[in-house]
């Protein structure tokens, strides 16, 4: 464990920073491919674009940086909805198998807390399917990020207090009759959901592939990764970590697996906080431009595989992650503060005061590919 304090140009507060290298050489049991199968089948899906910006390249002093645009992801401003699909027509599967409808009867409900994207996923998925949704979200949410979700026909409740707190009354709710709690966040006793969510984000990181295959690039040297309960980064390192899917042939000369950055806001840093600590850890939220990343406590599905096969984690200000989005709006990536925020995490990792010593950490040269996952588009984040 290796932890730093370094003052990084643009960034008001010291960066605190954790790397375990080793965790390159961590294994898991590769995801399976049937989510992206089931993704494929929607109308209106594509995968999403990833762009390669030589700027941002030479601004990290890398070879290569390609951008996985999530702005605009089967018809919604961030990726959530590939969790929410998928986990979604995993419970009607099994409800239909388990309790026949009876003539006339109410459609289930889904319940769920956000702070703003996977709430409007599952109100979204919802809809379409016929299904009724109430959706939860801390009073930190703008009111237009709750507008939206109302407009997909859920009910929206807003709870004084953190996201943590939304999450506690969504599980609370989600005890009435013909109600079933889709949640992105995994606790004691309630994993199954939240693992059918990660999976479904499997396909997100199988397009990355393809599409570095297409550029030239076998794999990327290093994956970035916004964070709030660390759901999108568990299924970053379930990828990257468990080989291919099981179908397909074992390559004889694999890729050297890559580094893999977790990027957090500072005020509510818990996964940053657990790595240093060696336990799961909660941490006090306030009110941050990455309302998305804006969670006290990390997933406790995620937590024992981000412990295992994270390389790096840092948490960056409001500030770095304003800026860096107003970058990727320039460059024509139209990101919002939380898919900005794996662009401002790259750059306090490799550039500033110390950054030798994190960028030998992580394996970076001057010759690397890095691929940053840019969650949302503009329009996911009415901060501004």
Not at 266 to 276: D, H, I, N
């Amino acid at each position: 464990m290796d932890q730093e304090t370094d003052s990084v140009p643009g960034s008001p507060t010291p960066l605190t920073w954790y790397a375990r290298p080793a965790a390159r050489t961590w294994t898991c049991a590769p995801p399976t491919p049937d989510a992206r199968a089931f993704h494929a089948s929607l109308p209106g899906y594509a995968p999403t674009p990833l762009h390669e910006l030589p700027a941002l390249a030479t601004a990290f002093g890398v070879s290569r940086v390609f951008v996985k645009d999530e702005s605009s992801r089967l018809g919604l401003p961030a990726f959530k909805a590939l969790g929410a699909s998928w986990a979604i027509d995993r419970i009607l599967a099994r409800h239909a198998n388990s309790t026949p409808q009876a003539t006339g009867a109410r459609p289930l409900r889904l319940v769920t807390a956000t702070d703003g994207n996977h709430g409007r996923a599952v109100a979204r998925t919802a809809g379409q399917l016929g299904l009724r949704a109430h959706v939860f979200v801390p009073d930190g949410v703008h009111c237009a990020a709750a507008a939206a979700i109302e407009a997909e026909g859920a009910e929206v409740t807003v709870v004084a207090g953190s996201y943590d707190v939304a999450v506690r009354a969504a599980k609370a709710a989600a005890g009435a009759p013909d109600t079933v709690l889709v949640q992105d966040m995994a606790w004691d006793g309630y994993e199954e959901i939240p693992s059918l969510i990660v999976g479904g984000y499997e396909t997100l990181f199988a397009e990355v592939d393809d599409q570095l295959d297409a550029a030239g690039v076998r794999s990327p040297s290093m994956v970035a990764v916004p964070v709030g309960v660390g759901s999108l980064a568990q299924a970053a390192v379930t990828h990257y970590r468990g080989g291919p899917p099981a179908q397909s042939s074992p390559d004889p000369t694999p890729p050297a697996p890559p580094a893999l950055l977790s990027v957090e806001p500072v005020g509510a840093a818990c996964v940053l906080e657990s790595l240093l600590a060696g336990r799961l850890t909660s941490v006090p939220t306030g009110v941050t431009a990455m309302a998305g990343l804006n969670c006290g406590t990390p997933s406790a599905l995620a937590w024992p595989v981000l412990r295992d096969g994270l390389d790096a984690a840092v948490a960056v200000t409001d500030a770095d992650a304003l800026s860096a989005m107003r970058g990727l709006t320039d460059l024509g990536v139209p990101s919002g503060p939380c898919g900005a925020a794996s662009s401002a995490g790259v750059r306090a990792a490799l550039t500033g005061a110390g950054s030798g010593e994190r960028r030998a950490a992580l394996g970076i040269g001057p010759e690397a590919t890095v691929a940053l996952i840019s969650t949302e588009g503009a329009a996911a984040n009415p901060w501004l």
